[in-house]
C-alpha cells in the first residue's frame, strides 16, 4: 500500500515571505498544491503543483551559481581545486539543459523533475524569436558569470583561510540538508544556511545572493542563527553570520546575540500566529486550511507578475500592467 505523506505545518522564512506578499500564493505553495504529484490528483491541484515548480530567470541563475559554487567549496576541502573556468562550464551546462527540458515538453509529465521556464510558459517571450532568445539567455549568462567571477576572487580566498583554520560543519549539498530543520515552541522551523564552518569555538555561517541586498535577507540569516543555537548548541555570541552578494561581492556581517535570537523567534511566533487565523480551529496540529477564499490575493501587480500563478489566480494581464 502506497505511504499517504501527510502535510504537516511547518515555518520557513520562504514561506512566512510569501504568506505577507499574498496569502493566496501561501494557499497554492503550501496546500492548493499539495498532493499534485499523484496520477489521480484532481486537475486544479495537478496544476498547481506544475506551476510550484516552474523556474523563472532568477531562480535558474540562482541554481546554475549554487552548483558551481558548492562544487568549488568540496573542491577546497578535498585539496583539489576547480578553476573558475571549470565552474562556469558546470553553470552552462545546467543552464543548457534547463533550456532543452523545457523545449521538450516533458516537464508536463513530471514537472518536479524536468525544468518549465516561467517567461516561455507565459508568453514573456517566444523562444522562435531569435532576438529576444539570445537576450534573455545572455541576461544569465552575464550575471552567472559576474557572480562566479566575484566568488572566486573574493569569497573563496576567505573559505580556504576559514577552512585551513576549522572544518566545514554544514553544506546545503545532500538532500538531507535541504529537509534541514529543528523544532522551537512546538514550531518545525526549516533553516538551510548554505555553508556553515567551525573554527575555535565560533561557527560561521555563510549565505551568498545572486541578487541585489535586501534587509530581510538579514532576517533570514538570523534564523540561521537560531538553527545554530538549537541543532549545534552553539551561544548565541559565538555565532557570526555573513552575508555574501556576488553580483558585486560585498559582504554584509549579520549581528547575533540573545536579543536577536528572542526577536527572531518572535517574528517567527507571530507569523505562525497570522497564519492560524486561516486554519480551521486555528490548530497547527490539524494544519487544515480554511477555504481558499480565506486566503485573499495581493491587489499588488507587480507582485503577481512575478508570481508562477498567475494562471491559477487569472491574474496573467498582470505581466503587461508591469510592463507599463
Ligand atoms: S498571481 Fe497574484 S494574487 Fe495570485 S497567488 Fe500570485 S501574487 Fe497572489
Known sequence: MAEII??????SFSQAKDFSACPRRYYWQRYGSWGGWEDMAPKGVKAAYRLKQM???????GIAVDLAVKAAIQSVSSGKETTLEEALDLAVTYLRRAWIEHMEGRWQMNPKR????KEIYYGEFSPEDAEARMNWAAGIKEKVGLC???????????????LAKGSLVAFSETDFFEKESFTLGGIKIYA???????????LVILDWKTGRPRQFY???METYGLWAQCRHEVPADNIELELVYLPDGSVQKVEYNEEVARQTFSYIRETVDDISDKLRDRDIA???PLNIECFGRTDKLEVCAHCNFM??????????????
Request: glycine share 4%.
Open 6 to 11: 501527510r502535510n504537516s505545518f511547518s515555518w
Open 55 to 61: 523556474k523563472n530567470r532568477f531562480a535558474l541563475s
Open 114 to 117: 524536468y525544468t518549465c521556464i
Open 148 to 162: 562566479l567571477e566575484n566568488f572566486y576572487g573574493m569569497v573563496l580566498p576567505k573559505i580556504r583561510q576559514y
Open 192 to 202: 538551510a544556511p548554505d555553508t556553515v564552518i567551525q573554527f575555535d569555538d565560533k
Open 218 to 220: 538579514a532576517h533570514q
Open 286 to 288: 490539524k494544519n487544515e
Open 311 to 324: 494562471e491559477l489566480c487569472d491574474r496573467r494581464f498582470a505581466l503587461q500592467m508591469g510592463k507599463e
